[in-house]
């Protein structure tokens, strides 16, 4: 059995203790996730671990001849051959242990009598054999089309991949060299939902050891069975899935949490003592004992993990819309060869969460630049409802985000009123914590401004988000922040993803694209996921669900039938449009002062006077029932309204 162990290791960098006596033991089939916030220490502890990084103190002891493989988050670029070429580079150890053998087989020639170098040669023709050294071509044709490479792409020189696609080449070198531990680095960081299957699958069948740290739960609660846990230094071991990990922790956190609260009202108590006494001579000996105190509080301050710390906020109220958000007729999109969009008709109706999937180069961005009207450039029509305003994010937002002040002005000149005071804690949620915010918006780098560029979105009334993958560049935490935002959004969303947790917590419906084709599925990516694996698996789909499935079909042509209207009606027809749109307005005044009165209710029963009065209680509860009722009678009036204009 193959193994690594790590005995009471520790790394300081200054002042700031990385790791505290930490000792950790990978070995064949350790199936392990390394957790923590970010700045933990979690990168520098895995290349501690792979044997790049030199601790202060402490033992790493690797079994002889043990292959451990490592992969970090980024910085990997190949050059100067084929795809196919530098595959083969991973299975180095095979070429080295056949020269080895050669060598063994010339010195048995001369010396065919010599016991020791025959049973040498033997034992090492036997492990080249077992190692699977002679299928080496068929192993790295399925993990590099596993991974999301094209057959024709195993010609293609290693420069012109970009970034994304040299991490999966160092990735399938990682994956195909042999190794008994794999150390991997945020490996889902760069692929897309395929691909993320298919390393889940790799993974699971993996008969050796592995530690990886990614942000994505739903990867890892497939592939892992234990978590380590890295904060304030200190490493901890948790068994089971990360969805196990993160409610043992939750019940911890309760505990932690009510220490650190009643810490910090020792430490508010003692600052407003020294604050208030220190200077007068009466009482500036109890403010040194208090300082005292202080002093040995913070030398053992208590610190809540960031990436466990749940912070909610809410969208800006969705401005209202149609029931009809968006109509697409015959929509054709090429880029000179064949149609990467063809013939795509579909409705979108009001709070709708369309979840756009299909394979790299099937279009899906594409779609979504032009229904966020960004590209013009295609045939067919894209229809937007009465009412409805577009938020759209994509990967170049981040390009737009530009000035020279802080992120903290940033946001709060952009933000709603009565969200400012809540900006900290949201930039917070993004990954911007402590001093971050005073960073000017200059020095930041493109992953930061589309985080910066995402959350400047979510504070825009708008009532259709278009998102392109708007979880890159999010950790854990705010991924689930973000998704419970989406969830309480009150308007429609179309998103793409390669988060598969985060698509089927968000998504209603599935518009599945492939080249030249589209099918739409009028339920969840879960039961997308299913309908694909029955369809794999030859089994026919009922009628009901055939009927809920919209296949590809030729644009309704235009009815001919409309004649001209005279004088007479369009005067007639635009002073009734006229009268909607004073009622319309007048609806949207009457719609927004109830709301208004309504939320100032709510936040009455969140008072301790009123919910624990049950009488009070009871009457602000009848009177939230009572607007409530008139709001759904004058959405209603104004929908109908606004669909008549």
């Known amino acids: 059995m193959a193994f690594v162990q790590f005995s009471k290791v520790s790394l300081a960098f200054g002042d700031r203790d990385i790791l505290k006596d930490v000792s950790v ?70 070429y080295e242990l056949q020269e080895k053998i050669d060598s063994l087989g010339e010195q048995l020639k001369l010396n065919p009598e010599n016991e020791k170098l025959a049973v040498e040669h033997s034992e090492l023709m036997e492990k080249l054999e077992q190692s699977g050294w002679y299928r ?89 069975n234990e978590v380590y846990e890295l904060f304030g230094g200190d490493l901890k071991r948790y068994p089971g899935n ?30 407003e003592f020294i604050k208030r006494f220190g200077y007068k001579a009466t009482k500036a000996a109890q403010a040194q004992e208090r300082q005292k105190m202080l002093d040995k509080i913070l030398e053992n301050k208590i610190e809540i993990p960031e990436n466990l710390k749940k912070i909610r906020f809410k969208f800006p109220a969705a401005p209202h819309s ?70 759209y994010f994509s990967q170049d937002s981040a390009e737009k985000i530009t000035g020279s002040e802080s992120i903290l002005e940033h946001m709060e000149n952009i ?65 689930d922040v973000l998704l419970e935002a989406l969830k309480d959004f009150g308007g429609t969303v179309i998103f793409v993803s390669h988060d598969r947790g985060f698509i089927e917590d968000l998504s209603t419906k599935v518009l599945e694209l492939t080249p030249g084709k589209h099918r739409e599925f009028v339920g969840d990516y879960k039961y997308y996921m299913q309908r694909l694996e029955d369809e794999t698996n030859g089994i026919v789909p009922s009628a009901e669900n055939k009927s809920a499935e919209k296949k590809q079909t030729a644009p309704a042509e235009e009815t001919k039938s409309q004649t001209k209207l005279s004088w007479e ?47 009070k209680a009871k009457a602000v509860q009848k009177e939230i029932d009572e607007l409530s009722a008139k709001l759904n009678e004058l959405n209603a009036a104004w929908e109908k309204a606004a669909e008549l204009i």
């Not at 979690?42 to 202060?56: F, H, N, Q, R, Y």
């Not at 922790?249 to 009643?262: G, S």
């Open 322 to 391: 149609g029931q009809i958000v968006l109509t697409i007729k015959g929509l054709c999109k090429n880029y000179g060869g064949p149609n990467v969009i063809n013939n795509l008709d579909f409705v979108l109706e009001k709070g709708e969460r369309l979840v756009v999937a299909g394979r790299n180069g099937a279009g899906k961005s594409t779609l979504l630049r032009i229904l966020a009207g960004t590209d013009k450039d295609f045939t067919g029509s894209v229809t937007t409802g009465s009412g409805v305003s577009i938020g």
């Open 415 to 479: 933000a709603p009123l009565e969200l400012v005071p809540k900006i900290r804690d949201m930039l917070g949620s993004f990954l911007f914590r402590g001093d971050d915010v005073f960073k000017s918006i200059s020095v930041l780098s493109g992953g930061e401004k589309s985080r910066i560029a995402l959350l400047e979105l979510l504070l825009r009334p708008v009532n259709l988000l278009i998102l392109d993958e708007p979880t890159n560049h999010l950790d854990m935490h705010s991924k």
């Open 242 to 271: 990360f969805t196990h990990y993160e409610e043992v922790r939750a019940v911890e956190l309760e505990t932690l949490i009510a220490e650190y609260n009643k810490q910090q009202d020792e430490i508010q108590h003692l600052e």
């Open 569 to 615: 009606e369009q005067k007639k027809a635009e002073a009734e449009k006229r009268k909607l749109q004073k009622e319309v307005e007048k609806l949207e005044n009457q719609i927004l002062e109830i709301e208004e009165k309504k939320e100032a209710l709510e936040n009455q029963m969140a008072l301790p006077e009123v919910y624990s009065n049950g009488e």
């Open 136 to 224: 080496r071509d068929v192993l790295a044709e399925s993990v590099l089309i596993g991974l999301g490479f094209e057959r024709n792409d195993f010609t293609k020189q290693t420069q012109e991949f970009s970034g994304g696609w040299q991490m999966r080449i160092a990735l399938a070198k990682a994956l195909m060299c042999g190794p008994d531990i794999l150390l991997l680095d945020e490996p889902t960081n760069y692929l897309d939902i395929e691909a993320r299957n298919w390393l889940e699958k790799f993974l699971q069948d993996f008969k050796g050891g592995f530690l990886l740290v990614s942000h994505d739960r739903y990867f890892l609660d497939h592939t892992i």
């Open 25 to 94: 033991n990978l070995a064949t089939g350790t199936k392990a996730a390394l957790t923590g916030a970010n700045g933990a220490g979690k990168s520098t502890l895995i290349k501690i671990m792979a044997g790049l990084v030199e601790p202060d103190s402490g033992e790493r002891i690797a079994q002889k001849d043990s292959r451990i493989a490592y992969l970090p988050q980024s910085g990997l670029v190949h050059s100067g051959c084929s795809l196919k070429e530098e595959a083969d580079k991973a299975f180095l150890w095979g």
